[in-house]
């Protein structure tokens, strides 16, 4: 798949835009920063250091080599970005992907995390992953909305799971199945460029 496939804005949501796959030397910068603030301000990320530029382009290299990592610029800049990644490392579990998603703070509630995650998910289902799961340090609202809004299901609650800025944190987790009523044996996940 192209770094520069983009999803032209006009669909009709909030806030026009365009959507393309992340590369390391580009967009590492962009979405560090995006998350900077969720580490030094929050307990949305239990990251405790705010990670290098460099930290993040090896990240986004290594996420790329089998799931997508995305990302949404309005005007030419970054404003959000969502990717998927390995939820456990047992073999079984190669079908199941952890995703996330980071929008900058000046840009929620426009329909950018909703579009992200859209895209993501048809990316994840065209590799052939089954279920979608993500872990949401509580209370969130915004996140646990969005993860509702795009039809994942709680599954349960890790109480007092992380702590960071001298209080525990619960995390809940929620699930997508990517494609529903599939019982058959899976074919193995391809990698996101063969995945068209
Ligand atoms: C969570 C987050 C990604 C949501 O992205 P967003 O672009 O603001 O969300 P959208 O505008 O696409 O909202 C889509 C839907 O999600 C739900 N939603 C979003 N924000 C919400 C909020 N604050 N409260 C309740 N529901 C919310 C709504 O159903 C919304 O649809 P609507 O606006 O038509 O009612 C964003 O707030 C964010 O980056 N938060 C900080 C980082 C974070 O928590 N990431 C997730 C880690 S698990």
New binding site residues.
């Given amino acids: 798949m192209s770094s520069e496939k983009t999803i032209p804005a006009g669909d009709g949501l909030a806030t026009p835009g365009t959507i393309r796959d992340a590369t390391a030397e580009r967009d590492a910068e962009a979405c560090r920063d995006i998350y900077a603030l969720?580490v030094r301000d929050t307990a949305?990320s239990f990251e405790e250091a705010i990670p290098s530029v460099e930290e993040f382009e090896g990240r986004i290299r290594k996420t790329t080599a089998t799931h997508p990592w995305i990302v949404m610029e309005v005007g030419g800049k970054v404003v959000?970005y969502a990717y998927a990644s390995q939820h456990r490392p047992r073999a079984a579990y190669r079908w199941t992907a952890e995703v996330?998603?980071?929008?900058d703070s000046h840009?929620?509630?426009?329909?950018?995390?909703?579009?992200l995650y859209t895209e993501l998910l048809v990316r994840l289902r065209r590799q052939g992953f089954r279920l979608a799961v993500?872990?949401?340090t509580l209370p969130?609202?915004?996140?646990v909305?969005?993860h509702?809004?795009m039809g994942f299901e709680p599954v349960g609650v890790y109480n007092r799971i992380g702590w960071k800025f001298g209080a525990w944190h619960d995390v809940g987790w929620w699930q997508l199945d990517l494609q529903p009523g599939r019982n058959t044996p899976p074919r193995e996940p391809l990698p996101p460029d063969e995945s068209i």
């Fill in positions: 969720y949305v959000g996330t998603v980071y929008i840009y929620h509630r426009a329909g950018i995390g909703r579009r993500a872990g949401i969130n609202p915004g996140s909305g969005l509702v809004a």
